[in-house]
Structure formats: C-alpha cells, structure tokens
C-alpha cells in the first residue's frame, strides 16, 4: 500500500488499476501523447498508443497483476516501489516480480517512465535477499 499521498501517486495508482484491468483507453490517457518507457533488461517504449498497447497485451499475455507497495512524489516527479504477480507463460507457475519505476509528469499526464526490475537465475524471484516482504505487508505468493 502507498504510504506517502499525494496527487501525483493517485495518477500512478490510477496507471496500475488501468495496467491490471488491461484496458488500452485508460492506459493511453495516463500519459503524454510522446511519453517514453525505459527499462533495464528491454528497449524503450515510446508514444502513448505503443504504451497503452504493449502494457494491455503484457497483463493479457501474462496474467499480471501489480500491487504498488510504496510511493513517494515530489515536484512533478513521483516514485513507487511494486510488485507484479504473474502467471509464466511456460511452466504456468504463478510468479513475483518487484521493481521500482520513476514517474516524471507533464501536469496530470504521464511523459517518462524510468524502470528498475531486473531478476535472474540467481535472483528468479525478484525479491530483495534477506528483507522481510511479508513481515512489511509486501505481497507474497501462498505457500
């Protein structure tokens, strides 16, 4: 759940319930008509018909849900801290990613997302080594 409030953390609420509902209108309305996505393991995104697009087909494709666990804002810039429940394409296995995205804002519109997930073999699961998602109140899958 979002501790710190603010306007600019409902929009990115705002984003993720339109990202878990899949729905490209809402999505496309997050954000500047020339917003851009970065990421760490993928090249960017850009436009807002590429981005509504591309996060849609991912929550379809893969069953996705995020969760934001924490958020801060200032200025026009906001950051949240989330998970991603998701189904594996393969294996059907239900897994969790974690990351942290940066937000910067043209007034109530999205115009830069800046990405910060990675997981690995030696990491598959994405969590933070040695810290207490549960005991925080971080979604966790059932055991």
Same mark, same amino acid.
């Given at each position: 759940? /979002? +501790? #710190?409030?603010g306007?600019?953390?409902?929009?990115?609420?705002?984003?993720?319930?339109?990202?878990?509902?899949?729905?490209?209108? &809402?999505?496309?309305?997050?954000?500047?008509? %020339?917003? #851009?996505?970065?990421?760490? $393991?993928?090249?960017?995104?850009?436009?807002? *018909?590429?981005?509504?697009?591309?996060?849609?087909?991912?929550? $379809? +494709?893969?069953?996705? $849900?995020?969760? *934001?666990?924490?958020?801060?804002?200032?200025? %026009?810039?906001? *950051? @949240?801290?989330w !998970?991603?429940a998701? !189904?594996?394409?393969?294996?059907g &296995?239900?897994?969790? %990613?974690?990351?942290?995205?940066?937000? #910067?804002?043209?007034?109530?519109r /999205? &115009?830069e /997302?800046?990405?910060?997930?990675? @997981?690995?073999?030696?990491?598959?699961?994405? %969590?933070?080594?040695?810290?207490d998602? #549960?005991g +925080?109140?971080?979604?966790?899958?059932?055991?």
């Amino acid at each position: 759940m /979002i +501790r #710190a409030m603010g306007h600019l953390l409902d929009l990115v609420r705002a984003y993720y319930a339109a990202c878990n509902a899949a729905d490209a209108d &809402r999505l496309r309305a997050c954000f500047t008509a %020339d917003a #851009a996505h970065y990421f760490t $393991r993928l090249p960017p995104l850009h436009g807002d *018909v590429a981005l509504a697009g591309a996060f849609a087909a991912t929550q $379809r +494709r893969l069953d996705a $849900r995020w969760t *934001v666990e924490h958020g801060l804002e200032a200025g %026009d810039e906001a *950051v @949240s801290e989330w !998970t991603m429940a998701w !189904t594996h394409p393969a294996s059907g &296995r239900r897994r969790l %990613d974690r990351g942290t995205e940066w937000f #910067a804002f043209t007034g109530d519109r /999205i &115009r830069e /997302i800046r990405a910060y997930h990675h @997981s690995d073999a030696a990491n598959r699961s994405g %969590d933070l080594l040695g810290f207490d998602h #549960a005991g +925080r109140g971080h979604t966790v899958l059932a055991s």
